[in-house]
């Protein structure tokens, strides 16, 4: 399948460290590309400490989102070395990708400009922490720092409790994805006029994203985010409840299905109080409405409420661990986690099909500077 992924033939570029920008490697090298990872000269990408646990001397975390790359390590001040990195992308780079420090790339004679201007095709995706513009340009950033500047923080959490991070980094993990769609969609332009350009995106800008609705509620004149745990703010009932023995999610997200939980609760007067038979009507009296579900749903077994519930058309289903979530038969027959192709160890595939199938990881992680002789080839011509 590798020589028929949309990507095969494509060679990569990537500068970087950490999270979101290997992130965005990882998924050019799952779609077929090349990738060439350059990291700093010595330890490399500091995401290699990142455990435990420890595979191979790196951190579980580096191999998950460096697989099937290539490694090269430059001391980027190093007037010899940044001319071979350059001669290197200008001669066979369809892309760079990029996340270091604003300004980094420009000191060491890799800008954006200076290379569009010898090699106008190339693509080039600048991943930021605030954006290449504005009073933050140059600040640092760390998915817990974004979370926290976008309101994304603060609105996660459960009422009276202290604001809460989303425990994973999604900010990274979204401006990876970003980044490699806003590299495709430059690759598309490409081939109809031959021409690349630089994409720009950032952790605060994703994190924006993911706060499209609230956001958009907010400019709309609604109030400001509040904290409803497991709920959200404009449907109702659409959160977890405590049960017998366990936790269940219930998503009544709509009229017909509120009236078929109460049904199947016992609390048909429920669907017919002027209070609740609307969905505005619910989220306006929200706590009253809550209080009286989770009262009967406590009464009841987790499987025996959830089977009901699904009998009756009401999305539901018990909060999970991700130990069960990756013994779950969807999971399996979904063939989303497996293990690259010459060893390693396994991660989460792309969640994306091509005609039926997979892309399977590129490969395993690199050694730090396995494939060092791709640049030194080139910086002995070059000193």
């Known amino acids: 399948m ?39 000269a010595g330890k490399g990408d500091h995401a290699r400490g990142w455990g435990p646990p420890f595979i191979e001397g790196a951190s579980a975390l580096f191999h998950a989102v460096n697989r099937g790359k290539l490694s090269v390590t430059a001391d980027l001040r190093d007037p010899t070395t940044a001319a071979a990195l350059r001669r290197l992308i200008l001669d066979r780079a369809d892309i760079l990708l990029q996340n270091l420090k604003v300004g980094t790339l ?16 190339l693509v080039i995706c600048n991943i930021g922490a605030f954006g ?8 640092p950033g760390y998915d817990p720092l974004i979370q926290a500047a976008s309101g ?35 690759l598309l332009r490409r081939e109809r006029d031959g021409r690349g350009g630089v994409v720009d995106v950032s952790l605060y800008e994703t994190a924006l994203s993911w706060m499209t609705v609230p956001i958009s509620d907010l400019l709309a004149g609604g109030p400001e985010p509040q904290r409803y745990g497991s709920g959200v703010s404009n449907i109702v009932p659409y959160q977890t409840f405590a049960t017998a023995d366990g936790t269940l999610l219930v998503a ?44 009967e749903i406590a009464r009841r077994p987790v499987a025996t409420l959830s089977e009901e519930l699904r009998r009756a058309g009401i999305p539901c289903g018990p909060v999970k661990g991700a130990a069960e979530a990756l013994a779950d ?23 994306v099909s091509f005609d ?28």
Not at 23 to 40: P, Y
Request: with cysteine.
């Open 152 to 186: 994304l923080m603060d609105m996660n959490g459960h009422p009276g409790a202290p604001p809460a991070r989303v425990p994973v980094a999604l900010n990274d993990i979204g401006t990876g994805i970003w980044g490699a769609l806003g590299i495709l969609a430059a």
């Open 106 to 121: 420009e000191e060491a004679g890799l800008g954006a400009d200076s290379l569009l201007a010898e090699k106008p095709s």
């Open 252 to 295: 009544a997200g709509n009229d017909l299905l509120f009236g078929r939980l109460c049904r199947v609760l016992g609390l048909d007067a429920l669907a017919e109080d002027p209070r609740f038979a609307t969905n505005g009507a619910r989220v306006s009296n929200r706590d009253a409405l809550i209080s009286q579900l989770a009262a």
């Open 2 to 40: 590798a020589d028929t992924l949309p990507l095969a033939g494509r060679f990569a570029v990537e500068i970087g460290h950490s999270l979101a920008g290997p992130f965005a490697g990882a998924i050019l090298a799952d779609l077929g590309a090349t990738v060439l990872k350059v990291e700093s």
């Open 356 to 383: 039926g199938q997979r892309p399977m990881p590129a490969g395993r992680a690199p050694r730090l500077g396995e494939h060092q002789n791709l640049l030194d080839e080139i910086r002995e011509i070059c000193s």
């Open 132 to 139: 290449r513009v504005g009073p933050r340009r140059s600040d």
């Open 329 to 351: 038969p969807q999971t399996a027959a979904l063939g989303i986690i497996a293990t690259p192709p010459g060893g390693g160890p396994g991660t989460v595939g792309l969640p």
